[in-house]
């Protein structure tokens, strides 16, 4: 039964193999940040990594992933990274806790600025954000190439929001320098500023003081659970998209 069943799978498949229907996205890193910086990738759950989980990437240098349509997840830039005398590699934001630069399926650390993606394929749409609900660590920019629709374009927090972080969110470098910074839900969490419990609904968890912050710097990014209206973008399949760190 199962020879049998696992022929019908492959003969269902094949008409979508052969008219296209599967297909992959080319997804560009670029590092324009003055210096090293390591991506991180994740997979939803129940679906398999990507060919590279995690990579090294120098000032001013592209990394090209291919990555199979359908498909979702999540994209971030990890920084301050190094490797102790045990071989462990570690990283002051962004931090993956695998102690490798492959973060073999485990997410960043908060706070830390994420690009996240859903991949439609079949002719579909793609949706993609800039995501600093979990807080910020790094600028980072998301632009279609090819693709067409009304919110199909550029969406970025290109500021530094760490320069204007509050102190009671900002994460500190052994220097004393504002590495991160915090989201309020991360830093205090309490429901309001998390969206949780009583507050779990848009017209009960409005913008916060702390969000705005975020939301003033860059205005495209989700600086909240709720902030949906202004940071959703989706562009029908076929686009191939660079992401750009320190844009």
């Keep these: 039964m199962e020879v049998v069943g696992s022929l019908l799978f492959v003969l269902t498949l094949l008409p979508l193999f052969l008219s296209g229907a599967y297909s992959s996205v080319t997804f560009t890193f670029t590092n324009n940040c003055p210096y090293t910086i390591w991506p991180g990738t994740l997979t939803g759950a129940g679906t398999s990594q990507l060919t590279s989980t995690g990579f090294e990437l120098a000032s001013k240098a592209s990394y090209t992933l291919d990555v199979p349509s359908p498909w979702s997840g999540r994209f971030w830039g990890r920084s301050q990274c190094s490797t102790d005398t045990n071989g462990k590699f570690t990283c002051a934001t962004g931090d993956c806790g695998s102690g490798q630069i492959a973060c073999n399926g485990a997410g960043g650390t908060p706070p830390v600025s994420l690009v996240e993606f859903t991949l439609s394929g079949f002719g579909g749409q793609d949706f993609y954000d800039v995501s600093l609900v979990d807080g910020f660590n790094l600028p980072v ?99 191939n998209y660079l992401l750009t760190f320190c844009p």
Excluded: R
């Design 141 to 239: 920019s998301v632009t279609p190439q090819g693709g067409s629709g009304d919110y199909c374009s550029t969406t970025s927090c290109s500021s530094d929001v760490n320069k204007v972080c509050p102190q009671n969110l900002a994460v500190q470098g052994p220097d004393g320098s504002v590495i991160a910074c915090k989201s309020a839900c991360l830093a205090f969490g309490q429901p309001e500023y998390c969206c949780s419990g009583s507050f779990d609904s848009p017209d009960k968890c409005p913008p916060s003081s702390y969000s705005m912050i975020f939301k003033n710097q860059c205005p495209q990014a989700y600086s909240y659970a709720y902030d949906d209206k202004t940071s959703t973008f989706t562009c029908s399949s076929g686009a």
